[in-house]
C-alpha cells in the first residue's frame, strides 16, 4: 500500500463517510444475517451462512482499507493554477501517432473513475501529466511500450 493518498477534499469526507456506512450501518446488517443463518441449524451446510460470512471478510477488508487511507491521506487544496498540470486539473491532451484528442481530470488514486476519464496521478498518464505546461510533449511510460501525447489544454 502506498504511504500517502491524495485526495481532494470532497473525496476525503467521502471516504469518512464510506467508512462510518461500513462500520455503523453494514457491519451491524452482516452481523444481524449470521445470526440470523445461525439460527437455521446446521452450519456445514448453510449457503446463507457462508455468504455471510464471506461479506463480513470483504466489509471487513473494505473497513481497513479506508481506515489506511484517511489516516496516510494528504488533501490536496483545489487550485484554480492552468498554467501548470497538477491533481485536480482537466487536461486535454493529442496523441501525435493517430491524432487523437483525449480529455483527462488527473485526481488522486482514491478518486478514479476510468469510465469517466478521471485518472489517478500515480497512472502513467497521470504521472506523466504532472507539472508540465500547456504545449508540452510527454513521454507516457505504459507496460506496452512508450509513446507520446502533446498538452492542448489544461482546465
Not at 484554480?80 to 480529455?103: A, C, M, N, Q, R
Request: proline share 3%; hydrophobic share 35%; aromatic share 6%.
Amino acid at each position: 500500500m502506498a504511504d500517502r493518498f491524495y485526495m481532494t477534499k470532497k473525496g476525503y469526507e467521502e471516504a469518512v463517510s464510506q467508512l462510518d456506512y461500513l462500520t455503523r450501518v453494514k457491519r451491524k446488517e452482516i452481523v444481524d444475517r449470521i445470526a440470523e443463518a445461525r439460527s437455521h441449524g446446521d452450519l456445514s451446510e448453510n449457503a446463507e451462512y457462508d455468504a455471510a460470512l464471506n461479506e463480513q471478510a470483504a466489509n471487513e477488508g473494505a473497513i481497513a482499507e479506508l481506515d489506511y487511507q484517511i489516516k496516510n491521506a494528504v488533501i490536496v487544496e483545489e487550485s484554480d493554477d492552468k498554467s501548470v498540470v497538477h491533481i485536480g486539473s482537466v487536461v486535454t491532451v493529442l496523441d501525435p501517432e493517430f491524432g487523437e484528442e483525449e480529455t483527462y481530470k488527473i485526481m488522486g488514486t482514491t478518486e478514479v473513475d476510468p469510465r469517466n476519464n478521471i485518472i489517478s496521478n500515480e497512472c502513467p498518464v497521470g504521472a506523466a501529466l504532472l507539472k508540465h505546461k500547456k504545449g508540452d510533449t510527454v513521454t507516457v511510460k505504459s507496460p506496452e511500450g512508450e509513446y507520446t501525447l502533446k498538452i492542448l489544454k489544461i482546465e
